[in-house]
T-cell receptor, first 113, second 109 residues
Framework: DVKVTQSSRYLVKRTGEKVFLECVQD?????MFWYRQDPGLGLRLIYF???????EKGDIPEGYSVSREKKERFSLILESASTNQTSMYLC????????????FGDGTRLSIL | DAKTTQPTSMDCAEGRAANLPCNHS???????VYWYRQIHSQGPQYIIH???NNETNEMASLIITEDRKSSTLILPHATLRDTAVYYC??????????FGPGTRLSVLP
């Protein structure tokens, strides 16, 4: 089975802190993604990466950055956390190419106080 | 315009087949139909996808109409653990996921 592991299920941070969310996948997938999920807004793509050290902006990259130093690991960084970044964050991975489903982790519920 | 239309909620008796419909009338020729589900407090779980032929795997069957404007996900013998929100979404290579509100399926004992 595909395993996408996110480092924390729940996280509480303060406004202005730098926050790191980690994601690891064990299926040798080329693609990795970071989404946030909010009630009424559905799933929104923040960033994705198709290879080590490569990254592409999604629909809502402002206030975030990412790092992919190894194929299996994709980190999401909140440079200076704000209350409007309180959300459920979901990591996903997939093989490169057409017709490849994305597999999601269980999410990190992040609260910024 | 919404890409998909799904019933807000459905009930199904345990052990019976659950048939979840989805309308995607604006689907384009290169878009696959993907189905995911999300159990409370967990990430979305991939179920199945297809282009135009019917598909079956260990979890479910997917029936796509000939004009591809709608599809039905079938869980052949629903269990209590199948209670979740089910999302269908057309998607082609390079597109981002857009999950609508989905269908909240309740499997009743």
């Amino acid at each position: 089975d595909v395993k996408v592991t996110q480092s924390s299920r729940y996280l509480v941070k303060r406004t202005g802190e730098k926050v790191f969310l980690e994601c690891v996948q064990d299926m040798d997938h080329e693609n990795m993604f970071w989404y946030r999920q909010d009630p009424g807004l559905g799933l929104r793509l923040i960033y994705f990466s198709y290879d080590v050290k490569m990254k592409e902006k999604g629909d809502i990259p402002e206030g975030y950055s990412v790092s992919r130093e190894k194929k299996e690991r994709f980190s999401l960084i909140l440079e200076s956390a704000s209350t409007n970044q309180t959300s459920m964050y979901l990591c996903a991975s997939s093989f490169l190419g057409q017709n490849q489903p994305q597999h999601f982790g269980d999410g990190t519920r992040l609260s910024i106080l | 315009d919404a890409k998909t239309t799904q019933p807000t909620s459905m009930d199904c008796a345990e052990g019976r087949a659950a048939n979840l419909p989805c309308n995607h009338s604006t689907i384009s020729g290169n878009e696959y139909v993907y189905w995911y589900r999300q159990i409370h407090s967990q990430g979305p779980q991939y179920i199945i996808h297809g282009l135009k032929n019917n598909e079956t795997n260990e979890m479910a069957s997917l029936i796509i109409t000939e004009d591809r404007k709608s599809s039905t996900l079938i869980l052949p013998h629903a269990t209590l653990r199948d209670t979740a929100v089910y999302y269908c979404t057309p998607l082609s290579y390079g597109q981002n996921f857009v999950f609508g509100p989905g269908t909240r399926l309740s499997v009743l004992p």
